[in-house]
């Protein structure tokens, strides 16, 4: 355990010693910073005089904070490839893996250390985004239930991108084509849910099958056991066949 | 099992082989190493030296064989194996983007050392491997010498029984390359070393034994004494000041016993000089002895001995001459049988 923790907090520090992180902490900021000042410009000229006097308006939080959240998801599905891409493939194109495979680890360690580092910033990530919607405390009365969930789907709705960049990265040695076959995965997984939902061809399974399907009820406030099993499932699903990859790669590497 | 510490068998592969695809990489390899020794591996690029290391230290598995470390199976138990082996591979797995000092204590913590003593570990590395003055240095800045010896610094770490270094000198100036094979020779003290490298001389700069890897095959395998007493043929060189024609010369020669080949070599001055084989002893004696009868005066009477570069050669090359000239009176009978 203590060297998983090894693993995690050197994975987390190094995200932070390249410009890396930082210039994209600093972009996803200002551009949810951008929207969500969006979202509250429209809220007050136009939504707020029309609900004025209606019985149980929307508030704030849906109107705000559900879109920004959701939206936070979306961006990260092309951030999340860059940031996957580093931790096997590009540690195979630079000749490092060596280190981690010859020191006394199990591929376990390696990939769970691995994925609990970018866990780390996944919760920054969630935490720094979860900071505007708290802001608006200063001026109004928030639904801290729905806020929570809503934090809680997003960094499941990460999570399981990461377990699914880190599995494709596990399969490459070249950096790009990791997080350019990332990148097709999440996506393709979003095209099912929007497939899935379109009128003409309506696919359960497709929705079901989509990790967008499930964030949907935790930014609505709703936490489903069932979509939280999808997200167990898909994490550690991944998380395995990166751990069965690494241990393969000894015998035909 | 022999009972003296001083053999006691740190490391002991058996039969070890690696197939990629249709490429047969390392053939039957055997290797022994034990404490306190350094071993050579020694063969040009593309032997099959890093693959040997590579299974050596777990990076891969071998497609048939066994390899024990400290008694313990490397392929049954990987973790209680691999802490006590320490691997420099070709390229220093070192992040560029930490300090040479985070770097350690990220190897340390990897490597199970207490945190008691971890601090006591990484100075004493970084002492070995005179690091001080770059401890703080991102290693990326660092020059290709310094980022060898963090290389070094993360085998030795956490003392490992068994060091494992791949071609640690190549790509460094000659200075470099002393101070390098200076630190092997003293890591040669306290620890068992094996050291890969393509250059004859650097074996036998550091290392008590060499085994000689060619296209995946162990051609040779025991200390340099025995690498020396290996030439091929015993060879003389002699000249003879004398009138009679060199064809004579030759004929004369040739009547001695033992003899394989004469060739002729350029002339000297007025002196006639021939390279003698022996099929299988040396007998310069009677070489004299004929040129005293003969009346010749003898002007040279030199053996000539293999350096260990021709000895390394041959080994390396010795299968694929014969190959080669095989082919060639091949094709001359052919021709031959064409002509004809």
């Not at chain 2, 000089?273 to 009868?293: C, G, Q």
Request: net charge negative; charged share 15%.
């Amino acid at each position: 355990m203590s060297k998983i923790i090894a693993i995690a907090s050197s994975e987390f520090k190094r995200l932070f010693n390249s410009p890396l992180a930082w210039s994209v902490l600093a972009i996803l900021m200002f551009i949810l910073a951008l929207m969500f000042l969006m979202f509250i410009d429209e809220f007050v000229q136009v939504v707020q005089p029309q609900t004025a006097t209606m019985e149980n308006p929307p508030g704030v939080t849906d109107l705000i904070v559900s879109p920004l959240y959701l939206w936070t998801g979306i961006f990260m599905l092309a951030v999340m490839p860059i940031l996957t891409m580093r931790l096997f493939a590009e540690e195979r194109m630079n000749k490092t893996l060596t280190l981690l495979i010859s020191s006394p680890l199990t591929s376990t360690q390696i990939v769970l250390g691995k994925f609990f580092g970018l866990l780390l910033f996944i919760v920054l990530v969630v935490a720094l985004v979860s900071l505007m919607p708290i802001s608006l405390t200063l001026g109004t009365e928030l639904d801290w239930g729905k806020i929570a969930s809503s934090a809680f789907g997003l960094f499941l709705l990460l999570s399981s991108f990461a377990a699914a960049g880190l599995f494709l990265s596990s399969l490459s040695s070249q950096p790009i084509i990791a997080a350019v076959s990332t990148f097709g995965l999440l996506l393709f997984l979003v095209v099912l849910y929007l497939s899935g939902s379109s009128q003409s061809n309506s696919s359960e399974l497709f929705v079901y099958l989509s990790h967008f399907s499930h964030f949907l009820p935790f930014i609505e406030g709703v936490v489903d056991t069932s979509d939280l099993v999808y997200y167990i499932l898909f994490i550690v699903g991944f998380l395995i066949l990166a751990i069965r990859k690494l241990d393969n790669d000894r015998l035909n590497g | 099992m022999s009972s003296t510490k001083s053999s006691k068998e740190l490391v002991r592969a058996t039969g070890l082989n690696r197939v990629y695809g249709n490429h047969h990489a390392v053939i039957n390899v055997d290797l022994v190493l034990r404490k306190g020794e350094v071993l050579g591996l020694l063969g040009p690029n593309g032997a099959g030296k890093s693959t040997t290391m590579q299974m050596l230290t777990g990076n891969i598995s071998p497609t048939s064989g066994e390899i024990k470390i400290n008694g313990i199976d490397l392929l049954d138990n990987p973790q209680q194996a691999k802490a006590s082996i320490g691997y420099l591979p070709e390229q220093p797995p070192v992040y560029r983007d930490m300090t040479a000092l985070e770097y350690l204590s990220y190897c340390a913590a990897l490597r199970d050392i207490p945190k008691q003593i971890r601090r006591q570990a990484i100075q004493t590395a970084l002492q070995r491997c005179s690091l001080e003055e770059v401890a703080n240095k991102l290693i990326g800045n660092l020059s290709k010498g310094f980022q060898q010896r963090v290389g070094i610094a993360q085998a030795i770490l956490h003392k490992p029984e068994v060091v494992i270094l791949d071609e640690p000198t190549v790509g460094l100036d000659p200075i470099q390359i002393n101070e390098i094979r200076d630190l092997i020779r003293e890591l040669g003290n306290d620890h068992s070393v094996i050291l890969s490298t393509h250059i004859l001389p650097e074996v036998q700069a550091v290392c008590d034994r060499v085994q000689i890897i060619n296209q995946g095959e162990t051609v040779f395998s025991d200390t340099f004494e025995k690498l020396a007493q290996r030439q091929i043929a015993p060879v003389l060189i002699a000249g003879f000041e004398t009138d009679v024609a060199q064809k004579v010369v030759i004929g004369t020669l040739q009547k001695l016993a033992g003899i394989a080949s004469i060739k002729k070599l350029e002339s000297v001055q007025s002196s006639q000089r021939f390279e003698i084989k022996f099929s299988n002893k040396l007998n310069a004696p009677a070489v004299a002895n004929l040129a005293n009868e003969h009346g010749w005066q003898l002007n040279e009477l030199t053996p000539k001995s293999e350096t260990l570069e021709q000895i390394f050669m041959n080994l390396i090359h010795g299968e694929k001459n014969i190959g080669s000239q095989q082919q060639v009176a091949a094709v001359s009978n052919k021709e031959e049988a064409s002509n004809v």
